[in-house]
């Protein structure tokens, strides 16, 4: 008898697993929202080239611009349906809490005190990056641990204010920080001779020197990376079906990236009878009923701003001003890190 309630208990249990599994999400309060006024609101930087910053036309281009297109592109069929919030480090937090954005993309670092303290969640990674220095090079300066005495410009309310000073108490070398509110005034700091270096994520520092530098040769990012800085979307808590369309719509640029699909050749790969291929465009599988959207839904990020490997080398790869290796944001097949949660 005891046997037979097991089995029946499992049985039950099973069914109601696959039910649950077989449930369509219901739209969360963010998306409703969203397609009530017909944009996506979405907090960016005030101008960091490769990332986000806006043309002289007003037109924004970059990495974390290019995820929120695709998200557009998944929940409204228009990647221009966007309104652009640029934000200092000190407002970024404050807009999303108070749902002034729907989604931060913003090179914001995911932290352990950030994702459980400020009522936010962060997504998954779209870019890896690390803290380092820029020196001028008659400075001659070759590692970060000839900067001793030095001042060195950083901006304040950033991971990297406190990264700077856990590093070199770490390594028993005094230096003297020089903090600076905003962005544009740490860096105007440095190139006026203020500081002897300047510190913030690698990526960062190319982009200021390729941008703001009158002679970006005339300045070196030295080797050291003295942190981890894993940067990507964070969206509000409370909120779990919106939260899993933003990490779902990264994970459908990596996974396209894998299988070859393209922002070129995505039409044509509908016709594709690879499994994989099938389910992420919609063909074989809807997977979009599980997320609340339809089943083309990774297909209008695809083709909106093709894959992930394509929005890196045309925003800070090599075809780009930056000219940043892949390096760790490399597929995981490739050397890389980049790796997809599986669309099935």
Do not use: H
């Not at 900067?147 to 950083?154: F, Q, R, S, T």
């Not at 291929?277 to 339809?294: F, P």
């Amino acid at each position: 008898m005891q046997f037979r309630t097991s089995v029946t208990l499992a049985g039950a249990m099973a069914g109601l697993l696959s039910l649950a599994i077989a449930t369509p999400a219901l739209a969360g309060k963010t998306i409703d929202a969203i397609k009530a006024r017909g944009q996506l609101v979405c907090g960016v930087n005030t101008g960091l080239a490769g990332f986000s910053a806006a043309d002289s036309q007003g037109n924004w281009s970059g990495l974390d611009v290019d995820f929120c297109k695709a998200i557009a592109a998944t929940l409204l069929s228009d990647a221009t349906k966007i309104k652009w919030a640029p934000l200092n480090a000190q407002q970024r937090f404050t807009a999303l809490q108070s749902g002034e954005v729907d989604v931060l993309s913003r090179n914001t670092t995911f932290t352990l005190t950030r994702d459980a303290s400020l009522g936010l969640l962060s997504t998954t990674p779209t870019y890896y990056d690390g803290q380092g220095f820029m020196v001028t090079k008659k400075s001659k300066i070759t590692s970060a641990k000839q900067l001793k005495n030095a001042e060195i410009c950083v901006q304040s309310g950033t991971t990297t204010e406190k990264n700077l000073n856990d590093y070199f108490k770490g390594q028993n070398i005094k230096i003297k920080s020089v903090v600076f509110e905003g962005f544009e005034a740490s860096v105007k700091a440095f190139f006026s001779g203020r500081c002897q270096a300047y510190t913030t994520d690698a990526s960062g520092l190319a982009s200021i020197r390729n941008k703001e530098a009158k002679n970006p040769e005339d300045f070196v990012i030295l080797p050291e990376l003295i942190s981890k800085e894993p940067l990507g979307p964070m969206v509000r808590r409370g909120d779990e079906e919106f939260y899993a369309i933003v990490k779902w719509v990264v994970y459908a640029l990596l996974e396209a990236e894998e299988y070859g699909i393209t922002q070129e050749n995505v039409d044509m790969m509908k016709t594709s009878t690879d499994p994989a291929i099938a389910r992420i465009l919609g063909t074989s599988e809807d997977t979009g009923k599980l997320l609340g959207l339809d089943k083309d839904w990774a297909y209008r990020a695809i083709k909106a701003v093709g894959n992930y490997g394509e929005i890196f080398e045309r925003n800070v790869g090599p075809k780009s001003a930056l000219k940043l290796p892949r390096g760790l944001n490399n597929l995981w097949s490739k050397g890389g890190i980049q790796y997809a949660m599986p669309i099935r």
